[in-house]
Each structure stands twice: as structure tokens, then as C-alpha cells.
């Protein structure tokens, strides 16, 4: 009798709450990595290959919806429930700077140069730091219809994109003027945005569609109806030639960007899926998800049979530890043996 294959991701646990963002940072000199955030207020940092847990960022005092690292990898930022976005040393897990908000703190975003931090949340502002003068007042945009679901930059730090919580559509502003120069209209409030990372595209997800947008000119791409509804979604940064979606059915789909046809679908979580990301590479993919974990997926055919395990991950290389100070804090960075990622095989349900 033939076994069955099942897809067999790395499932990263250490979160008590659901994963509501994930963020993968550019290929740097010491790899890529991957940061998640959590209504448990406390952001996590992983190998982006391995999903080995390096660290965890201790000092929010409420839930944290958005989570993001600079282009180098060197620093990390987050919005929180507690009123603050704050500004991380990756490499020790320090805060660098806390930003005081009216608000809770929906998204932010580094600007590609990394001089810049965009913030967005409940009071419908958006606020734009500078990192090199973090006390300074930050310069302030008012003209947003709605609270502030997310934020990125765009045309190398010329223009910043938003979505709001309660109305359709991505707003795009000209940061030297700071008005509204397009909208890309959708039926629904979009819940997802992503930049390509070569710049040519825009992809969001609103209720059950999801789009792809011409981000120079502005033009819709492509645009598919999907059979769930849509909380994220993310295209393959190498090809551009498929695209991941998960929402509220808890599986993450695959489609081919050309056809939108489906071809593959990935089934393990336990929740619906808050958000999915291709890593910089492209050969994986994570989704965070309800159910408080981090599952993995390789993009190729990474089937095996039902009873075999994947390999021990390698060591994690950024935050260097030994055996007698992983339940010690180093220089602010909480290390514990709870965000350590275990290997599960994914379940059909």
C-alpha cells in the first residue's frame, strides 16, 4: 500500500497568543530572518532558513500587530497596543527608542535607506520618525479617512503606502508634499499590502480577492476571487510566477500568478491564518496563524511519507549563546528554551 505524502513544514512554537505579522528581512552577510508578532507583546526573532528562535523582544505592555527589520537586519521596529512603536538592537535585543502614540499602533514600516520609521494605528495619522534624531517630533500626516490597518514604503522612500481598517482602497502619498497622489480602489478594507522586492508590484488582499498591482504606473495587474476569505497574501520575490494566500479556512494556498489557478495548498494549522510571507529567496514560505504558531513550508516538492521526520536544524548564528546562558538574559535579549521551534508534520483536517 503506497503512503501518503504530506507536506512536512518547521513549526516554530514560543508564542502564547495568535501571530498576527510576519516579516522576513533581506539576505544579509549572516543569512535572513524572520520576525513575528504576537498578541502576547512580545515579538520574536528566528533564523529565516531554519526558524531556529534567536531572541525575544521584552518590553511592550500590550498586544504588538506589526513587526518589521531593517534592510541590514541590524534593527528591529514594532506597534503595539500599549500606545508605543519601539525601536530594537536586533543583534541584543535592546530598545534603542520607544515612540509615544495617542493610540494603539496598527503598523510601521523602515524606510528602504533606513533613516526613517513609518508608524499608522487607530488615530488615523501617520507619523514618520526620524532614526537618526529619535527625539524629534516626527512629521505628520492627518489626512487618513480611517484608523490605519497597514503601512509601507515605496519608490525608494518617495511614497508611502496605506490601507485603512473601516473603508476599501491603498492610499499612496508623496512624502515631500504629503498628499493622496492615487488610490487603488477595492471593494474591501484591504488587510494586507506587499511591495515586491524587485518594486515592480503591489499586492493586497481585501475580503476575498486578491491583487496585484502595477506599482509604477498604478494599473491593476491581476486580480483573483478566492474561495475563502483573504487575511494575507504574498508573491514569490524571484519569478513572480506564484503567489500564497491564508485566511480564515486555516490553509495557506498557492496559485500560479499567470492563471491563478491553484497548485498547492498546505493544511497543518489550527486557527485561521493572519499572515503569510515569502522569504527573500523564495524557496520557503511562513504563515503565522490563530493558533499561536509559525509553520514554515518549503515552495518546492518538499512531500514525505507520513512517518518521517525532518532533520535537526542548525544552529542559529546571530545572538551567540552557550549551553549555560540560554535561560539567562543577555544585554537585555530574553533567551528561554520556550521559543525554540519543534518539528511537526502537518495534519490533514
Same mark, same amino acid.
Given at each position: 500500500?503506497?503512503?501518503?505524502? %504530506?507536506?512536512? @513544514?518547521?513549526?516554530?512554537?514560543?508564542?502564547?497568543?495568535?501571530?498576527?505579522?510576519?516579516?522576513?528581512?533581506?539576505?544579509? &552577510?549572516?543569512?535572513?530572518? *524572520?520576525?513575528?508578532?504576537?498578541?502576547?507583546?512580545? &515579538?520574536?526573532?528566528?533564523?529565516?532558513?531554519?526558524?531556529?528562535? $534567536?531572541?525575544?523582544?521584552?518590553?511592550?505592555?500590550?498586544?504588538?500587530?506589526?513587526?518589521?527589520?531593517?534592510?541590514?537586519? *541590524?534593527?528591529?521596529?514594532?506597534?503595539?497596543?500599549?500606545?508605543? =512603536?519601539?525601536?530594537?538592537?536586533?543583534?541584543? !535585543?535592546?530598545?534603542?527608542?520607544?515612540?509615544?502614540?495617542?493610540? $494603539? %499602533?496598527?503598523?510601521?514600516?523602515?524606510?528602504?535607506?533606513?533613516?526613517?520609521?513609518?508608524?499608522? !494605528?487607530?488615530?488615523?495619522?501617520?507619523?514618520?520618525?526620524?532614526?537618526?534624531? @529619535?527625539?524629534?517630533?516626527?512629521? #505628520?500626516?492627518?489626512?487618513? @479617512?480611517?484608523?490605519?490597518?497597514?503601512?509601507?514604503?515605496?519608490?525608494?522612500?518617495?511614497?508611502?503606502?496605506?490601507?485603512?481598517?473601516?473603508?476599501?482602497?491603498?492610499? *499612496?502619498?508623496?512624502?515631500?508634499?504629503?498628499?493622496?497622489?492615487?488610490?487603488?480602489?477595492?471593494?474591501?478594507?484591504?488587510?494586507?499590502?506587499? %511591495?515586491?522586492?524587485?518594486?515592480?508590484?503591489?499586492?493586497?488582499?481585501?475580503?476575498?480577492?486578491?491583487?496585484?498591482?502595477? =506599482?509604477?504606473?498604478? !494599473?491593476?495587474?491581476?486580480?483573483?476571487?478566492?474561495?475563502?476569505?483573504? #487575511?494575507?497574501?504574498?508573491?514569490?520575490?524571484?519569478?513572480?510566477?506564484?503567489?500564497?494566500?491564508?485566511?480564515?479556512?486555516?490553509?495557506?494556498?498557492?496559485?500560479?500568478?499567470?492563471?491563478?489557478? #491553484?497548485?498547492?495548498?498546505?493544511?497543518?494549522?489550527?486557527? @485561521?491564518?493572519?499572515? %503569510?510571507?515569502?522569504?527573500?529567496?523564495?524557496?520557503?514560505?511562513?504563515?503565522?496563524?490563530?493558533?499561536?504558531? $509559525?509553520?514554515?513550508?518549503?515552495?518546492?516538492?518538499?512531500?514525505?511519507?507520513?512517518?518521517?521526520?525532518?532533520?535537526?536544524?542548525?544552529?542559529?548564528?546571530?545572538?551567540?549563546?552557550?549551553?549555560?546562558?540560554?535561560?539567562?538574559?543577555?544585554? !537585555?535579549?530574553?533567551?528561554?528554551?520556550?521559543?525554540?521551534?519543534?518539528?511537526?508534520?502537518?495534519?490533514?483536517?
Amino acid at each position: 500500500m503506497e503512503k501518503k505524502k %504530506v507536506a512536512v @513544514p518547521l513549526v516554530c512554537h514560543g508564542h502564547s497568543r495568535p501571530v498576527v505579522d510576519l516579516f522576513y528581512s533581506p539576505i544579509t &552577510p549572516d543569512g535572513f530572518f *524572520l520576525i513575528s508578532a504576537s498578541k502576547d507583546g512580545s &515579538p520574536m526573532l528566528r533564523n529565516g532558513e531554519t526558524g531556529d528562535w $534567536i531572541g525575544t523582544f521584552e518590553g511592550h505592555k500590550g498586544a504588538v500587530w506589526s513587526c518589521c527589520l531593517d534592510t541590514n537586519g *541590524l534593527r528591529a521596529a514594532s506597534g503595539s497596543a500599549d500606545f508605543t =512603536a519601539k525601536l530594537w538592537d536586533a543583534l541584543t !535585543g535592546d530598545v534603542l527608542h520607544s515612540f509615544e502614540h495617542k493610540h $494603539i %499602533v496598527r503598523a510601521c514600516a523602515f524606510s528602504e535607506d533606513t533613516h526613517l520609521l513609518l508608524t499608522g !494605528g487607530f488615530e488615523k495619522t501617520l507619523r514618520i520618525f526620524d532614526l537618526n534624531r @529619535p527625539d524629534s517630533p516626527p512629521r #505628520e500626516v492627518d489626512d487618513s @479617512p480611517g484608523s490605519v490597518r497597514t503601512v509601507a514604503w515605496l519608490h525608494s522612500d518617495q511614497t508611502i503606502l496605506s490601507s485603512c481598517t473601516d473603508s476599501g482602497g491603498v492610499r *499612496l502619498w508623496d512624502v515631500r508634499s504629503d498628499k493622496i497622489v492615487q488610490l487603488l480602489e477595492t471593494k474591501s478594507p484591504v488587510t494586507s499590502v506587499e %511591495v515586491s522586492r524587485d518594486g515592480r508590484y503591489i499586492t493586497t488582499a481585501d475580503g476575498s480577492t486578491v491583487r496585484f498591482w502595477d =506599482a509604477n504606473h498604478f !494599473g491593476l495587474v491581476k486580480s483573483y476571487n478566492m474561495p475563502f476569505n483573504v #487575511e494575507s497574501a504574498s508573491l514569490e520575490p524571484k519569478l513572480s510566477n506564484k503567489f500564497i494566500a491564508g485566511g480564515e479556512d486555516m490553509w495557506i494556498h498557492m496559485f500560479d500568478f499567470h492563471t491563478g489557478e #491553484e497548485i498547492g495548498c498546505n493544511k497543518g494549522h489550527h486557527g @485561521p491564518v493572519h499572515c %503569510v510571507r515569502f522569504s527573500p529567496g523564495g524557496e520557503s514560505y511562513a504563515s503565522g496563524s490563530e493558533d499561536g504558531t $509559525i509553520r514554515i513550508w518549503q515552495t518546492g516538492p518538499a512531500n514525505h511519507d507520513e512517518n518521517d521526520t525532518l532533520p535537526g536544524n542548525g544552529p542559529a548564528g546571530k545572538v551567540k549563546v552557550g549551553d549555560d546562558e540560554v535561560t539567562s538574559k543577555i544585554e !537585555g535579549f530574553h533567551i528561554n528554551d520556550k521559543g525554540k521551534n519543534e518539528e511537526e508534520k502537518a495534519i490533514d483536517i
